[in-house]
T-cell receptor
Framework: DAKTTQPTSMDCAEGRAANLPCNHSTISGNEYVYWYRQIHSQGPQYIIHGLKNNETNEMASLIITEDRKSSTLILPHATLRDTAVYYCIVRPSGGSYIPTFGRGTSLIVHP | SAVISQKPSRDICQRGTSLTIQCQVDSQVTMMFWYRQQPGQSLTLIATANQGSEATYESGFVIDKFPISRPNLTFSTLTVSNMSPEDSSIYLC?????????????FGAGSRLTVL
């Protein structure tokens, strides 16, 4: 079970890009990087995942370094509603592996 | 993705009582997961509930305290027994759901439990 390291908290101005880093230096070859977020008083929500290529969807972009030891989640134009705790998790895709959640990064988007 | 309904969304309970939380999924899933989130903390997996077999509990969680039922492929319950203030937490139901080849966890909104 590869562990991840994230900053405890970050802040970002509304309308600016929020770049959330994650270190996963012990990731193995078959493990994907997943990002979830948890808005206050709600259940966690899937954002994006990737193996080694950069990925983009309607919510965010995921940039994974070539050595796969770290990644960055990018919210290109952060809004106040993006204020949440963001969790970076590594896990194999498929199968019955259950991810464990660390403390995540508390992102505060301010006006 | 799957849609998960949990109830109650919140409750206030007295010490020593028990509360059952229900989780309904809009599609059939093999495994359902129960997590606990204590105030200010991250999520901790309590157990995995498989239909037709006993739940598998994580270290630190026991069946007598957190009995789980899984009567069919779309429903599960978690009971928090003999509650104490330390059980005040958000309890979350989750399922693994394929999403364009991904293995994504989908969560219910959670049940916020306060024990007095």
């Amino acid at each position: 079970d590869a562990k991840t390291t994230q900053p405890t908290s970050m802040d970002c101005a509304e309308g600016r890009a929020a770049n959330l880093p994650c270190n996963h230096s012990t990731i193995s070859g078959n493990e994907y990087v997943y990002w979830y977020r948890q808005i206050h008083s709600q259940g966690p929500q899937y954002i994006i995942h990737g193996l080694k290529n950069n990925e983009t969807n309607e919510m965010a972009s995921l940039i994974i370094t070539e050595d796969r030891k770290s990644s960055t989640l990018i919210l290109p134009h952060a809004t106040l509603r993006d204020t949440a705790v963001y969790y970076c998790i590594v896990r194999p895709s498929g199968g019955s592996y259950i991810p464990t959640f660390g403390r995540g990064t508390s992102l505060i988007v301010h006006p | 993705s799957a849609v998960i309904s949990q109830k109650p969304s919140r409750d206030i309970c007295q010490r020593g009582t028990s509360l059952t939380i229900q989780c309904q999924v809009d599609s059939q899933v093999t495994m359902m997961f129960w997590y606990r989130q204590q105030p200010g903390q991250s999520l901790t997996l309590i157990a995995t509930a498989n239909q037709g077999s006993e739940a598998t509990y994580e270290s630190g969680f026991v069946i007598d305290k957190f009995p789980i039922s899984r009567p069919n492929l779309t429903f599960s319950t978690l009971t928090v027994s003999n509650m104490s203030p330390e059980d005040s937490s958000i309890y979350l139901c989750s399922v693994n759901f394929g999403n364009s080849g991904a293995n994504v966890l989908t969560f219910g909104a959670g049940s916020r439990l306060t024990v007095l």
